[in-house]
């Protein structure tokens, strides 16, 4: 791997894991209504995956999307802005943590509906065929929705048709509070790509060149006009589906063993490091600056005004 | 060429209200390549009440996309192809499916403009018909508008009459926000004259279908013409009914409701859907809201029982209002 591109990876997972960690304190400081989902653990899926992805690429993310966001190259400022309801948010406060969109980068939203996004995605990748582009959709999703009938139903007409698809399956371990082999009969979600007639590859998710490799093949694949695709790529939840949830599905031992175990960041600074990709300094240097870029995008959202209020109709229709 | 033939083309020709429906989406497909068709049963079969008829052979299977049994996935598929530059017309082969691709509609489809801030827009219809009187029992024969009607963000159509069909089709596609297109199985095979080429019925406007002054009717879709039937025995009986066809459901064009009712002091709300929490509810607390001091006599409603379809050809009419429950109901009214 060159070493832009693995430096690159590096910052989106840092810039990732930093969001959550600061939009928590956020939380917990009251600025921050609702709920929202830390997407620490898998920065590496969302940052291998849209390594390969264009601006006019188009994404559908989850309600745990900030990390898809992020690493679709959306501006800090108005993820904070929209978390805290401010007018320059990226749905003007109208939204929140669980719809965050950014149409001008391709983001087609998260979603608060547990694979709501992956029709969607189909949708945006029969755009592409029907207009004769080579863009290309991907739909992440988790293990959770990998159960719901929009998949099934999506990765069928996909397959009949040959859209530019890629369906990433984020396997955290936990479908909300269900464990992942309670939720499946089977042990590994990528042979169900067979029953649709398309390749289904198994990465460990934790390891962000390994996902960037095999999204490379299956994005290329997809804008060769050769299909869609399931990528299947597991990893670790750190935190509990929500802020404050009590995760009594889970032992003290499991979260600290395995967040420590499994950790994205820790892993792909070992790499780098190892193989001369980067020193520690510089790597230390990229985790410094992403912090002061947050900074600055955290005080521009508290800067900015609250949201103006609802007009209707044309906050919901565009015309009427 | 005959002589008669070299005149000035007719303004209008007489056609089914499905042939209708076909030549509006023949038109806009033509106009506007971005506007696709997808449905189950919708290309060599032409539709389940051939309403796409001949579209294959006109635009092709990549234009005419016939699909898997997946309604939700097949909703979902417009809502993605929507917000990314298409205009795709969905067929929903009966409204009693939409259950199905709910989701989708409710969820996405209505919300995400409003949701993104405005950064996103959904030019999508989803054409599907509903009502009873074909047999086909309760999972095929409801009238489901209010489900619909409820949703902001969703806008919902109800043409009674060929040239409207193919008018509001028209206006549907070009508009930007999710449309709601719902015909009735029964109307597929009645007639009318329709206007030849490009024809437009905004959006929310209202039709007065007939003129009078001794109540007003306010209806949609089939039981306009039902209303029609009706309105001819009660003129023979010296009243003389006024039929206000909404058309659209929503937006919903309060002024003509509105205006006639001032004009004629009494209203009784028509339609074929269940009663309970019908879209009749909402006119006639509408009204009495916004005109209760023109009111000669309470805001009435006649509509469904509240029971699923039945079956049997005699019971399937005692469910649904008609032309003899609405003459009876008029005159109650007027009495």
Redesign the interface.
């Known amino acids: 791997m060159e070493k832009a591109i693995a430096l690159d990876l590096y910052r989106v997972m840092r810039r990732i894991r930093d969001f959550e960690e600061r939009s928590t304190v956020l939380f917990g400081e009251g600025k921050v209504w609702g709920t929202i989902h830390s997407y620490a653990g898998e920065e590496a899926i969302a940052a291998g995956v849209c390594a390969h992805l264009r601006d006019d690429d188009w994404i559908t993310s989850t309600h745990r999307g900030h990390g898809h966001c992020i690493a679709k190259r959306a501006d800090l400022g108005k993820m904070y802005a929209e978390l805290l309801g401010r007018e320059t948010g990226y749905c003007r406060g109208r939204g929140g943590s669980m719809h965050i969109a950014d149409t001008s980068k391709g983001n087609l939203g998260a979603n608060g509906i547990v694979g709501g996004g992956i029709p969607i995605a189909t949708g945006a990748a029969l755009t592409a065929k029907q207009l004769g582009t080579d863009q290309v959709a991907v739909s992440f999703f988790g293990d959770g929705a990998a159960n719901q009938g929009g998949f099934h139903e999506s990765a069928n007409l996909a397959a009949l048709w040959k859209l530019p698809v890629i369906y990433v399956c984020e396997v955290n371990q936990y479908a909300e509070s269900l464990p992942v082999e309670r939720g499946f009969p089977i042990k590994d979600i990528s042979t169900r790509a067979a029953g649709y007639g398309m390749p289904g590859v198994r990465v460990n998710g934790l390891d962000v060149r390994a996902v960037y490799e095999a999204a490379g093949e299956l994005v290329a694949r997809a804008r060769r006009g050769e299909g869609p695709s399931l990528l299947v790529a597991e990893a670790y939840r750190h935190e509990g589906h929500y802020y404050g949830d009590p995760r009594k599905y889970q032992t003290k031992d499991e979260i600290e063993g395995w967040k420590a175990k499994y950790d994205p960041l820790v892993e792909a600074r070992t790499w780098m490091v190892s193989d001369e990709l980067a020193t520690e300094a510089e790597l230390d240097a990229i985790d410094a600056e992403v912090a002061r870029e947050a900074k600055r995008a955290v005080a521009f959202a508290e800067a900015s005004p609250l949201a103006t209020p609802i007009t209707l109709p044309g906050d919901v229709y565009a015309s009427y | 060429m005959q002589a008669t033939e070299t005149r000035a083309p007719a303004a209008t020709r007489e056609m089914f209200y499905n042939e209708a429906l076909g030549d509006a989406l023949r038109l806009e497909m033509e106009r506007d390549a971005r506007v ?1 068709v997808m449905g189950e049963d919708i290309a060599e079969h032409g539709g389940a009440f051939q309403v796409t008829a001949g579209l294959l052979d006109a635009f092709g299977p ?2 005419v ?1 016939q ?2 049994i ?1 309604e ?15 205009r ?1 017309v969905v067929e929903l082969m009966y409204v009693d499916f939409a259950g199905l691709a709910m ?2 509609l409710v ?2 489809a209505a919300q ?10 959904v ?1 999508m219809v989803m054409r599907t018909q509903g009502g009873s009187g074909r047999g086909n029992a309760a999972q095929h024969s409801k009238s489901l508008e209010a489900w619909f009607a409820h949703v ?2 969703l ?1 919902v159509v109800m043409p009674a009459t060929p040239a409207d069909a193919k008018g509001l089709l028209t206006a549907a596609i070009r ?3 999710p449309v709601i297109f719902l015909e009735h199985k029964l109307l597929y095979r009645t007639k009318g004259e329709v206007p030849v080429g490009e024809h437009l019925v905004p959006l ?1 406007k209202a039709d007065v279908k007939k003129a009078g002054d001794a109540l007003t009717i306010v209806t949609w879709s089939r039981h306009v013409l039902l209303a029609l039937e009706a309105a001819k025995q009660l003129s023979a009986d010296g009243i003389e009914a006024e039929i206000v066809d909404l058309r659209s459901l929503v ?1 919903l064009d309060k002024d003509a409701v509105l205006s006639s009712v001032r004009k004629t002091h009494r209203v009784l709300v028509l339609h074929e859907a269940v009663r309970r929490a019908g879209y009749g509810a909402e006119i006639a607390a509408m009204i009495a809201e916004d005109a209760f001091d023109d009111l000669d006599a309470p805001p009435r409603r006649l509509a469904g029982l509240e029971t699923p379809i039945p079956y049997a050809q005699h019971l399937e009419k005692t469910v649904v209002p008609q032309i003899e429950d609405i003459v009876k109901a008029a005159k109650e009214l007027v009495a």
């Not at chain 2, 939700?72 to 298409?86: H, P, Q, R």
């Open positions: 696709i990549t234009r996309r699909t898997p997946s939700l996935g097949i909703v979902g598929a417009a809502v993605g192809a929507a917000l990314t530059g298409l795709p989701d989708q969820n996405q995400n403009r409003f949701m993104f801030g405005g950064q996103a827009r030019p902001a963000g806008k508009d930007d926000d929310g937006p």
